[in-house]
């Protein structure tokens, strides 16, 4: 039989603050933190607000001997590398990154204070396509002009000493998608299954789904796994923008005024930056060393869209994947006491969204609470769904739902409306994803007993 596979830790980095504390307790109050940017001027843009992360240092989450690595932290990296660190000391792990006897952690010896070893340890983190950063990727492309004044492939090339020579020489390492993990994994010790999955929004999800795998299959013991993001950049937004996914925010500064998830009339989300990592633990090893988990992962599912969905009334791919994780948890449709969407706040996304969960659910859906948090952090992407699976287990763990933002109307018959904090009786809950690119994903958690 598989291992039954828990979650013991959360570490959460969001525009709401540093830490699940500070983003538990803004969901419970209804507060919002889309506004404008402070990092970047988006005045030259149409979408103006940002979910933004203040106050993150990543040194204050690395051991000192690895600080100089920060250097080629992208912010991506620097989310993953924080929420990782909160993660761990949430679960009450002792790792490598915060042994107290570094010698002996770092040899892993029989005398090593490590709560698991290296090797039993794995590592899955959703991430998106890293966009260099504006300012140091201009000052080399501008020392690559000719005499004319224009840009020069030569030039950029290395002709004279300038161009790409102007970068530092470690440059890339800042930028590969996999650096999450690869942070990760060296600064905690972590030497079983690793993996990137970069799937837009399900990332996180994905990446949850195969480390519960990995634990229940007995490769590994511990898995740190969730997904981060900042598309809080030039390329990002303007990605985003071109793709249909923001609302224009003209010269409005709450940002929680114009995301409505489900409303036929709404205009888009509004770009945030932050991630979620969790620790998952096989639940034998887990309670042998007294932990106390939040949730059990019970459930697991995934599917693809085909572009012939897009648009329509209901997206096949993300019914297959709540399907398929109802029927991978063995539980069925009316026993799910919540459900913590995508909720894009896009009418064509939404329409087959809430069409894919009609489908499951059929005329009850219209009784279980949506929870969404796009109005109060914007859309993480590769981070999105991993910081909905946190808020998701913490909410199982407290049997209570956050409060719901919302300036508009939703319609399509679900309850996702505006509500305040509430008191609720959540034995199973689902976390459910679409993403830019067709990826679903649908996880299942339950109440530990």
């Known amino acids: 039989m598989p291992r039954r596979v828990v979650i013991t830790g959360l570490g959460s980095v969001s525009a709401l603050g540093v830490g699940m504390d500070p983003l538990w307790d803004g969901l419970l109050a209804g507060r919002s933190a889309l506004r404008p940017p402070t990092r970047l001027d988006a005045s030259g843009f149409r979408s103006r607000l940002a979910g933004e992360i203040a106050d993150l240092s990543v040194k204050d989450h690395v051991p000192k001997h690895y600080r100089k690595a920060v250097k080629v932290m992208a912010r991506d990296t620097e989310i993953a590398v924080a929420a990782a660190r909160l993660a761990v000391e949430d679960a009450k792990l002792i790792t490598r990154g915060n042994a107290p006897t570094p010698g002996d952690a770092a040899e892993g010896t029989s ?19 890293i966009a260099a950063e504006t300012e140091e990727i201009t000052a080399a492309m501008a020392t690559a002009r000719n005499e004319a004044g224009d840009f020069s492939l030569r030039k950029w090339g290395g002709e004279g000493g300038q161009g790409m020579e102007a970068l530092t020489p470690l440059w890339l390492l800042k930028y590969l998608p996999n650096m999450l993990a ?46 981060a993001e900042s598309k809080l950049n030039c390329m990002g937004i303007l990605r985003l923008d071109l793709a249909g996914r923001l609302a224009p925010t003209g010269h409005e ?51 693809h869209s085909l572009p012939e969905y897009a648009g329509g009334d209901e997206d096949e791919g993300y019914r297959n994947a709540v399907l398929n994780a109802l029927d991978d948890a063995k539980v069925k449709p009316d026993q799910i006491d919540a459900i913590f969407p995508l909720a894009a706040a896009i009418p064509s996304i939404d329409r087959a969204e809430a069409g894919a969960l009609r489908s499951v659910f059929g005329a009850r859906l219209a009784r279980v609470p949506l929870v969404h948090i796009g109005a109060s952090i914007g859309n993480c992407t590769a981070g999105a769904a991993a910081l909905q699976a946190t808020v998701a287990a913490k909410c199982v763990a407290e049997q209570r739902l956050p409060a719901r933002i919302h300036a508009g109307r939703p319609a399509l018959g679900l309850d996702a409306g505006v509500s305040a904090a509430r008191s609720a009786n959540l034995n199973c809950v689902l976390v459910c994803t679409g993403a830019l690119g067709g990826q679903n994903a649908a996880l299942v958690l339950r109440r530990y007993q």
């Open 253 to 303: 500064l709450d940002g929680s005024k114009l995301v409505w998830p489900y409303d036929p009339d709404a205009r888009g989300g509004i770009v945030g930056e932050g991630g979620g990592i969790l620790i998952l633990e096989a639940e034998d090893t887990a309670t042998a060393r007294g932990a106390t988990p939040y949730a059990e992962i019970v459930g697991f599912g995934a599917g």
């Open 111 to 129: 005398d090593s204070p490590l709560t698991y070893r290296p090797e039993r340890m794995g590592c899955q983190i959703g991430a998106g396509l």
């Open 182 to 227: 690869c942070h990760v994994t060296i600064i905690h010790g972590c030497e079983g299954p690793s993996n990137t999955i970069t799937c837009a929004e399900a990332s996180g999800l994905l990446s949850l789904g195969e480390s519960a795998r990995v634990i229940e299959r007995g490769a590994a013991d511990l898995c740190f796994s969730g997904g």
